[in-house]
């Protein structure tokens, strides 16, 4: 039988990508998808998940997790906190949700195992991964071994952009032929902003850069 995979999708571009690798590597019928709803600034992203998941033919279901917001202030969550222009040095961003994927694949993988699901595909990466802590190797690692034991299930986490920055991470989505589709409809920008996004916020600069090099990459060759 043909394993199945569930993506924790976002609508940003690393989620988004991971949805098409997902497609490519599985199977588009062998492939759904599940995003949070967490209080997020900008439910806009959930938007842009659903509009592709529908365009694709994946079943897409949102989950409210309200908790998450209640137990963590921070710039994504909290439009009286601006987000920072710079990491503070020695601490971690303040768009920061404490725990964050730590919770998504927990509730991800109740799901998966409720639906016969034993593969589960995220967007974490450690390259580019901003100071967050739950997006490092090791903890995706850790926490599959945990998923096991406390669900008595195999399941398998994918990370498919672990070990990519952002310039490969759109190298990735031209070759599963998706590039225009992550540039124009995704979102990855903390003021709200589809697309291209307002250019100034931390994860602007990131895609940006990275969009920026690849393209230099893929002109010169």
């Known amino acids: 039988m043909k394993r199945k995979a569930l993506v924790v999708l976002s609508g940003g571009q690393d989620s988004t990508t991971c949805l098409f690798w997902a497609t490519d590597k599985f199977g588009r019928?062998?492939?759904c998808a599940i995003g949070f709803d967490y209080g997020q600034r900008h439910k806009k992203e959930l938007e842009c998940a659903a509009a592709i998941c529908a365009d694709e033919g994946i079943q897409y279901e949102v989950i409210p997790t309200p908790i998450i917001n209640a137990l963590s202030a921070n710039a994504l969550?909290?439009?009286d906190i601006p987000v920072d222009k710079e990491k503070p040095e020695g601490t971690p961003p303040n768009t920061l949700v404490e725990g964050?994927?730590?919770l998504f694949l927990s509730y991800a993988a109740i799901y998966a195992k409720t639906h016969g699901i034993t593969d589960l595909v995220t967007g974490v990466c450690e390259t580019d991964f901003s100071g967050y802590p739950d997006c490092r190797d090791v903890f995706i690692k850790s926490l599959n071994v945990t998923l096991n034991l406390a669900m008595d299930y195999n399941f398998v986490i994918h990370t498919p952009l672990m070990w990519l920055n952002k310039s490969e991470t759109w190298e990735l989505a031209d070759k599963l032929g998706v590039l225009e589709t992550i540039y124009r409809r995704t979102l990855t920008c903390y003021n709200?902003?589809?697309?291209?996004?307002?250019?100034?916020?931390?994860a602007c600069f990131l895609r940006k850069r990275g969009y920026d090099e690849y393209m230099e990459r893929k002109n010169n060759v």
Do not use: D, F
Request: charged share 25%; proline share 5%; with cysteine.
């Open 29 to 31: 019928e062998n492939v």
């Open 77 to 79: 969550t909290r439009e």
């Open 100 to 102: 964050r994927n730590l």
């Open 192 to 202: 709200g902003i589809i697309g291209e996004g307002c250019g100034s916020c931390p």
